[in-house]
């Protein structure tokens, strides 16, 4: 069966996400050494080392995520991140600095690898090169691949490839993004953000409600329309002769109807995106995976889908995966 990667921002929703069915948790410590450093949000060291004893218990594995990029001269603060991971019990680290993973190999070789989609490691060549330099075990695969493209790297590599199917949709290469570091200066890769809540402005202007990221406006929508968080790659835009979404609408990722084509590509493990979601959509959303998941496995037909209420703006796409994107 493939193994089922589920979000948890904080202790109560990883609770929720083992309690609903998850194979396993990903979550991070509250510092910036995580890719999703939002206020509010993440583990403490103690939370940690008690909530991977919860994960155990119910039978789910905990991984890591250590998925930013050291600051020069502060490695320290990672490096104690990994210790630390370690030392809590957790099954796996999720990395995407070289460096960091050098460090991982050297200081933890008893620490199981993953490659974060950070890395946003997309053929084999370099997937190999992680495995046999860093002893990586499963890399996650950056959300611009065709099921055909995955099926293809899996036939030349030696490792697991987890591939997201629900929640937030990226719609450049993980970990190559600089849209979010031109407009407000804070880089996803260093800072754990991607359009930050402390650059976002929304106002009424007329009859329109505007959303403004960084002081540049990205929607405008009538007041009783659903607004849509801003970022950039969702954004309305003016280009050519065309104005609205140039992108990518602003909708959610939604492959649960691929999971039978995802399993026969030869991925391991289905990830959901959404740290920043309370523990009541992660429950949601994991009980519906998991009967996916059992389906598939069995030989049945994935059940009809019922997130549609869950995803962004209420709508879903398939993404890259049959490459429907503009």
């Not at 199917?165 to 031109?182: D, H, Q, T």
């Not at 970022?231 to 050519?240: D, N, P, R």
């Not at 049945?300 to 997130?307: D, F």
């Amino acid at each position: 069966m493939m193994e089922l990667v589920c979000p948890a921002g904080t202790p109560a929703a990883l609770r929720a996400a083992v309690d609903a069915g998850a194979h396993a948790v990903y979550c991070g410590f509250a510092d910036e050494t995580n890719a999703r450093n939002f206020p509010g949000l993440n583990f403490e060291r103690d939370e940690m080392a008690e909530s991977v004893a919860y994960a155990h218990q119910g039978g789910a594995k905990v991984l890591v995520a250590i998925n930013t990029f050291p600051r020069a001269g502060a490695e320290e603060i990672w490096h104690r991140a990994l210790a630390d991971a370690e030392s809590a019990g957790c099954d796996a680290v999720i990395l995407a600095d070289v460096g960091l993973l050098a460090h991982a190999a050297e200081h933890h070789p008893g620490l199981r690898r993953h490659l974060s989609v950070q890395a946003a490691a997309a053929n084999p060549d370099i997937i190999n090169y992680y495995a046999s330099e860093f002893d990586v075990k499963r890399v996650v695969l950056p959300r611009i691949l065709t099921v055909a493209e995955i099926a293809a790297i899996n036939r030349e590599i030696d490792v697991e490839t987890e591939a997201f199917v629900f929640g937030g949709l990226c719609v450049m290469a993980e970990g190559r993004c600089s849209l979010s570091s031109y407009i407000t200066g804070k880089s996803p890769n260093m800072n754990g953000v991607c359009s930050p809540a402390s650059h976002v402005v929304y106002a009424e202007e007329g009859s329109d409600l505007v959303a403004r990221l960084g002081g540049q406006m990205v929607h405008r929508v009538a007041k009783d329309d659903p607004v849509p968080y801003p970022t950039l790659c969702k954004g309305c835009f003016s280009a050519g002769d065309q104005t609205g979404h140039v992108f990518e609408d602003a909708v959610s990722l939604d492959a649960s109807e691929l999971i039978p084509a995802l399993a026969k590509a030869g991925v391991s493990a289905l990830k959901i995106e959404g740290r920043q979601r309370s523990r009541s959509y992660v429950a949601e959303v994991v009980r519906n995976f998991r009967a996916a998941v059992e389906a598939v496995e069995a030989g049945l037909p994935v059940p009809a889908g019922t997130l549609g209420a869950l995803a962004e703006g209420q709508a879903a796409t398939s993404g890259a995966y049959q490459k429907k994107w503009r």
